[in-house]
């Protein structure tokens, strides 16, 4: 089955303790990325990469890392979570070009 | 102006009405579109592209004007099952997609 797999589904988590979420996908996509969502903001993107090795800022990188070392898998590294990157989280892969995108199934993140 | 705009709603309405939704978009090289399904909590779906001609898929319609550089979605008969935000998405020249708020929509029985 086309996928795109996220883990973990639900993370509490402290200020300042490093995490990461994991994205994952299928359909040998080229393009992945990854997008918060708040109430009221729509979906934001944070970073994107359009193959492996190379990745770009989003709209709101700050706060954030990713690494694309293989074309499947693009994490999503948080190094110092703070209470305002408290946000539901989703990956997305598509092929390059302007072809639709397939979403993870999220990652709610509580940061205290 | 933001990218991509849509009214927030809530549209609350009853089983069997009409419902449109609009979606306007500010780069006028935008070169494709897409309406996508948001169910509370849920990852977004995609519920239909949107080309030139318009396109239609069962009781749902979209359409696109370039011209006023918006895109609607048309929902005829309404189905308590069709209550979600319904996100719109604009394809930019490089590429990049961008996407509205979204506009939420209640069926009620």
């Known amino acids: 089955e086309a996928q795109v797999t996220q883990n973990p589904r639900y993370l509490i988590t402290v200020t300042g303790k490093k995490l990461t979420v994991t994205c994952s996908q299928n359909?040998?996509?080229?393009?992945m990325s990854w997008y918060r969502q708040d109430p009221g903001l729509g979906l934001r993107q944070i970073y994107y990469s359009m193959n492996v090795e190379v990745t770009d800022k989003g709209d709101v990188p700050e706060g954030y890392k990713v690494s694309r070392k293989e074309k499947r898998n693009f994490p999503l590294i948080l190094e110092s979570p703070s209470p305002n990157q408290t946000s539901l989280y989703f990956c997305a892969s598509r092929r390059d070009g302007p072809y639709e995108q397939y979403f993870g199934p999220g990652t709610r993140l509580t940061v205290t | 102006r933001k990218e991509v705009e849509q009214d927030p709603g809530p549209f609350n309405v009853p089983e069997g009405a009409t419902v449109a939704f609009n979606c306007t978009y500010s780069n006028s090289a935008s070169q494709s579109f897409f309406w996508y399904r948001q169910d509370c909590r849920k990852e977004p779906k995609l519920l239909m592209s949107?080309?030139?001609s318009g396109n239609e898929d069962g009781r749902f319609t979209a359409q696109l004007n370039r011209a006023s550089q918006y895109i609607s979605l048309l929902i005829r008969d309404s189905k308590l099952s069709d209550s979600a935000t319904y996100l719109c998405v604009v394809n930019l020249e490089n590429n990049d997609m961008r996407f509205g708020a979204g506009t939420r929509l209640t069926v009620k029985p």
């Open positions: 949107v080309y030139s």
């Open positions: 359909m040998n996509h080229e393009y």
